[in-house]
RNA sequence: GGGCGGUUAGCUCAGCGGUAGAGCACUACGUUGACAUCGUAGUGGCCACUGGUUCGAUCCCAGUACCGCCCACCA
């Protein structure tokens, strides 16, 4: 049966990827030779929630095409395939879709009813992603399938949570931190998105108390007094006025001259009750605004560095959802306490923090409003810095003089979290840390000896830049779907303080408490692990984790101790931090580990190195001590084809699977490996992928082609090349090898752009240009059955090679042709070498494709019709030319539509053509425009002339001969002897037809 | 403000001390024994700018301009 026309991919790729799953080509191992090397990717697991978008593709892609290699290498490959819960991100869409269907919202239903509705949703809908890799041809171990949530992975995180925290590693603490109000958790650093947005900034002034005045002297530059004037205010500036509210202080600089006079003093603040100092700290800059901050030390993440320092209380505002506070006791309680404590009263951290020191007024309003309202009431208290300013009416035109309140517009950086796009905002809680710092050092120390190389290396400047001023990572998540913390809180009790207690497991931590507790009492105690309702029952809200817990006395004397799990969740970073060893079914030392850990490759996004990469190794060496993977490969963000982010918004988002719907997963496969070039950008022009479509489609015709010949009859599949004697043969099996070095050092380096290149260049512009042109000829001639057996090796070696980054067409086309003993996705890669090249066929090939070349531009040039054959006159000839004229002849006619060559003189009204070693003439009498081939050959002289003025100039340069290398200087020579030559044929030319006038 | 990268044909990008490359687009011709998802032949470049190093620079170095990305607490 002949095969089709083209390739159908839609059908072909269905079918081949359901064979490639029966047969399970993808398993850990499979097709691996005894005593190869192993070679292990582990795939950055996509979101559960997600669907495959081009960055996946493109990512994916390069993974497969590096583990397709090995495999047919023989090597033992394991591609590891899994996804991630995605803490944030899961909880959104699944919250998402229960407002969508009406459902009971997630704190009505509460923390379990909630993470079944996550669960079920994640079985329905989680496999997804998986089945669009599967569409783009990647060929994981689909058996080992791992999510961060299942499997062992949560024992793995749990365990390396303990050790961590035994090793003093994680720590607790009340810190500012950065605060999603939206999804009401604390965020990392890394989750924050800094953008630049138009903003204000008010001027207040904050009255000394007593009535104090001061003389206030500006001066400039050169210190001349520009100002001087009595004030008995401060003038401070905030972007942020509400936080006012809980202001320490005002800060100045301690060689501020200004100011000097009033360090020490006390200021109103105002819509306050309360009275704040003026302090010296070296955080203000004396040239910037006034000089003078306000100090917010529980809402500014500079503020609290200078509240920390001074001792000051930090006084929190808002609520989670960034509302100001309405919990609590009334104002007037809480700022009489405030003065109490500001007077020099003792009061613990937690009670500060639980006084709120938001006036009635403003409670519970949102913290936007707030802003609003707290600027209007100091506006009515005549505290702004105001100034008078000129309106002019836009539709009368009229001027009048307003007093506004002084307020800047400027661009500032703006904090937004990168899921919810709401403002971040600074809040003191209690929070889990990584003491980064100190596991940092073998993570550097890895990329610095070269264990493992980042590539491109700009990525090492990266990875150094962050780790060296590594902050410590704030892990704990006020989420509900995630890894729970392993930590319970026992109560203050029998006289005995509130302890935490981190275990593995329930029974170890009960062990830890019975033994805590029981000391002391000297009684059974039963540890009970109670519920929310039960924390509900006894009041105990999420802020009263350290607050006596509950301790009943049982009616037979027993005691029961009740403890309190954290009810934060872990960062997902932290467990997809052990995704290396976690996949691999660590904590157990299974096989899989010794065999594939550390692993080869990372293929990742440059946008994931801190959040990831950086985190992995980090992580890897301090669990296991050892690196994570050898090389990374970053890569950048896939754009659009003029470069912009690919985004919903600007609707120029490319759908990976609506391109392999209409040009097929091998085309975007294909592109994808061409533009992987290193560093540089990556643009997906879908014209590309349609050529590289059409590249699938001319591969498949030059198959077809050569099945409708019967080259692969009577062969089986022969690895050896086929001894030729045909110069074509010799020429494309020579090609063949030069290919397959070109590629594998182009994979080796990870440059899958050359790999793709070569293999375009070899398919297209060698095998298919020219290889099955000089086929057709040698296929009627004596050499047929060893130009067959040739033919039918370069094309099983083009699928081999092409297979990596062409599966499904290469898998197509290697069933449809010759018998064979396995799927090409288990045959094995070739490893003939260089010495398959013979120079001297090269030379021939490159001689008679030279004249072709020239034969054929002269004819087109003179407008000989295409269909016409023409008699050539061989003019003049070198052995060498004739021989290789001998050998090729039957090709050279054809492909240059030629009748017959005789030997003899140009005669009137011909075409030259002059090439190495021979010129000749197409004797077109009365067909060609003698004005028209002199234009042509003149232009041809201009050329060369060109050049000939180069390579001279460069010999006539006595520095050129003495410092340039021999050889330069040598193959300049030579080339201008070559030079020389065609322009004397061609002055021969020009000479003739100059005469015949 | 700091760091990193880019600037090569109309477009998207390779290249790299020794005569400028590809794909797409464009022009002309073409039902040539696989392929019109094609063939043949062409058009098209002061390789951003200015200096320096060198026998020789698109390539190395320095600076300038413009563009992009990452990081950063100026109230």
Redesign the pocket.
């Known amino acids: 049966m002949p095969?089709e026309?083209?390739?159908?991919a839609a059908s072909a790729e269905a079918r081949i990827s359901s064979l490639w799953q029966e047969r399970k080509v993808g398993a850990a191992g499979a097709n691996a030779r005894a005593g190869s090397p192993a070679f292990s990717i582990m795939i950055p697991p996509p979101n559960v929630t997600g669907s495959l978008h081009m960055g996946h593709a493109f990512n994916n892609t390069l993974q497969d095409i590096l583990i397709r290699w090995h495999r047919m290498r023989g090597h033992d490959t394991l591609w590891q395939v899994g996804t991630d819960h995605a803490g944030i991100a899961t909880q959104m869409v699944v919250e998402r879709e229960l407002a969508k269907s009406g459902a009971p919202s997630r704190r009505d239903m509460g923390r379990e009813a909630f993470l079944a509705k996550v669960w079920e949703w994640k079985d329905q809908s989680g496999g997804t992603i998986i089945n669009q890799l599967k569409r783009l041809g990647a060929s994981c171990d689909w058996d080992r399938e791992a999510f961060t949530m299942s499997g062992n992975f949560p024992d793995a995180v749990t365990k390396v949570f303990v050790d961590m925290y035994n090793k003093g590693l994680i720590y607790r603490g009340k810190r500012l931190v950065n605060w999603d109000p939206h999804f009401e958790t604390a965020i990392s650093?890394?989750e924050?998105?800094?953008i630049?947005v138009a903003?204000h900034?008010w001027h207040f002034k904050y009255l000394l108390a007593g009535g104090e005045s001061y003389e206030y002297i500006e001066r400039d530059a050169e210190g001349a007094v520009i100002l001087r004037e009595r004030r008995d205010y401060i003038s401070?500036?905030?972007?942020?006025p509400e936080?006012m509210l809980g202001d320490g202080a005002v800060?100045v600089?301690p060689s501020d001259a200004r100011y000097a006079a009033i360090v020490g003093k006390m200021v109103h603040l105002p819509l306050c009750d309360r009275l704040i100092p003026i302090i010296a700290d070296e955080?203000?800059?004396?040239?910037?605004?006034?000089?003078?901050?306000?100090i917010t030390g529980a809402h500014?993440?500079?503020?609290y560095?200078v509240a920390k320092r001074a001792g000051l209380p930090l006084y929190r505002l808002m609520d989670t959802r960034g509302h100001m506070r309405s919990d609590g006791a009334g104002y007037d309680v809480a700022v009489a306490r405030a003065r109490e404590i500001a007077a020099g009263a003792e009061a613990t951290e937690s009670e500060i923090d639980a006084l709120n020191l938001v006036p009635e007024k403003y409670r519970g309003m949102d913290r936007f409003a707030a802003r609003d309202a707290v600027v209007a009431d100091i506006n009515a208290l005549g505290l702004c810095v105001s100034t008078l300013m000129t309106e002019i009416d836009p539709e009368t035109g009229s001027e009048h003089l307003t007093r506004e309140p002084y307020v800047e517009s400027?661009k500032?950086?703006q904090?937004f979290g990168d899921r919810s796009k709401v403002v971040i905002e600074p809040m003191l809680t209690d929070q889990w840390f990584v003491d980064t710092a100190k596991i940092v050092g073998p993570a550097l120390d890895a990329v610095r000896s070269g264990a493992t190389k980042i590539m491109?290396?700009?990525?090492e400047?990266?990875y150094f830049?962050?780790l060296e001023?590594i902050?410590p990572w704030c892990i704990s998540r006020q989420l509900w779907w995630g890894h729970q913390i392993p930590v319970w809180y026992g109560p203050t009790s029998l006289n005995l303080a509130g302890k935490e207690f981190c275990g593995a497991t329930e029974q170890d931590v009960a062990n830890e408490a019975k033994a805590y507790y029981g000391n002391i009492l000297k009684t059974e105690i039963n540890v009970e692990f109670p519920s929310e309702e039960f924390f509900a029952e006894i009041g105990v809200g999420d802020d009263g984790r350290d607050a006596a817990m509950a301790i009943s006395f049982n009616e037979n004397g027993s005691h029961t101790i009740r403890l309190r799990r954290d009810p934060d969740v872990l960062d997902t970073w932290f467990s997809s931090g052990l995704w290396p060893i976690g996949t691999l079914g660590w904590p157990d030392q299974t096989d899989e580990l010794a065999k594939y850990f550390p692993t080869s490759t990372l293929i990742t996004g440059?946008?994931i190195?801190?959040f990831w990469v950086a985190r992995m190794m980090m992580m890897q060496l301090a669990v296991v001590d050892d690196i994570p993977f050898k090389t990374v490969y970053l890569h950048?963000?896939v754009?659009d084809?003029?470069?912009k982010?690919m985004s919903k918004s600007l609707g120029n988002v490319i759908d990976p699977l609506e391109i392999i719907d209409e040009?097929g997963a091998d085309?975007l496969r294909f592109a994808n490996a061409?533009?992987a070039?290193?560093?540089?950008?990556?643009?997906?022009?879908t014209?590309?992928i349609?050529?590289?479509?059409?590249?699938?489609?001319?591969?498949?015709?030059?198959?077809?082609?050569?099945e409708?010949?019967g080259v692969w009859e009577g062969h089986s599949t022969e690895t050896a090349a086929p001894a030729a004697h045909a110069t074509a043969n010799k020429w494309i099996i020579g090609e063949t090898a030069k290919t397959l070095a070109e590629v594998n050092a182009a994979l080796e380096g990870y440059?899958f752009?050359?790999a793709a290149?070569a293999l375009?260049?070899f398919v297209?512009?060698k095998?298919?240009?020219?290889y099955?042109?000089f086929a057709?000829?040698l296929?009627?001639g004596p050499d047929a059955n060893e130009t067959r057996k040739t033919m039918a090796w370069v094309l099983d070696q083009s699928m081999i090679l092409l297979h990596p980054i062409m599966p499904f067409i290469t898998e197509d086309l290697w069933g449809q042709t010759g018998a064979r003993a396995k799927l090409l996705v288990h045959t094995d890669w070739p490893e003939f070498r260089l010495d398959l090249v013979d120079p001297s066929a090269d030379q021939e090939m490159s001689w008679a494709t030279g004249l072709?070349?020239e034969i054929?531009?002269?004819?087109?040039?003179m407008?000989v019709?295409?269909?016409l054959k023409l008699d050539m006159i061989a003019v003049t000839m070198s052995d060498a030319a004739r021989a290789a004229w001998g050998r090729n002849e039957v090709l050279i006619k054809?492909?240059a539509?030629i009748e017959t060559l005789t030997q003899g003189t140009s005669p009137k009204g011909a075409i030259s053509i002059a090439v190495e070693g021979a010129s000749f003439a197409l004797p077109l009498d009365g067909v060609i425009d003698i004005a028209e081939e002199k234009a042509r050959l003149s232009?041809a002289m201009d050329k060369l002339a060109?050049?000939i003025g180069?390579?001279m100039g460069?010999l006539n340069?006595?520095?050129?001969?003495?410092?340039?290398?021999e050889e330069?200087?040598d193959?300049?020579r030579t080339?201008l002897e070559?030079?020389n030559d065609e322009a004397t044929k061609l002055t021969l030319a020009l000479n003739r037809l100059a005469e015949m006038g």
Request: hydrophobic share 35%; charged share 30%.
């Open positions: 095969m026309k083209n390739f159908d650093d890394l924050v998105e800094n630049e903003g900034m401070i500036a905030t972007t942020r936080t800060a600089h955080y203000p800059d004396p040239t910037f605004g006034s000089g003078a901050v306000k500014d993440f500079n503020d560095q400027k500032i950086m904090p491109p290396e700009s990525g400047k990266t830049h962050w001023n902050e440059a946008d190195i801190f950048g963000l754009r084809a003029k470069g982010k040009f085309a061409a533009m070039s290193l560093g540089g950008t990556l643009k997906l022009d014209a590309r349609a050529g590289y479509r059409n590249f699938g489609t001319k591969l498949w015709n030059a198959c077809r082609f050569a409708m010949n440059r752009d050359q290149d375009y260049k297209w512009g095998v298919c240009d020219w099955v042109e057709k000829p296929f009627d072709i070349d054929r531009s002269a004819r087109t040039q407008h019709p295409v269909g054809r492909l539509r232009k060109k050049e180069g390579l460069r340069n006595p520095a050129f001969v003495a410092s340039a290398p330069v200087v193959e300049v080339n070559a030079r």
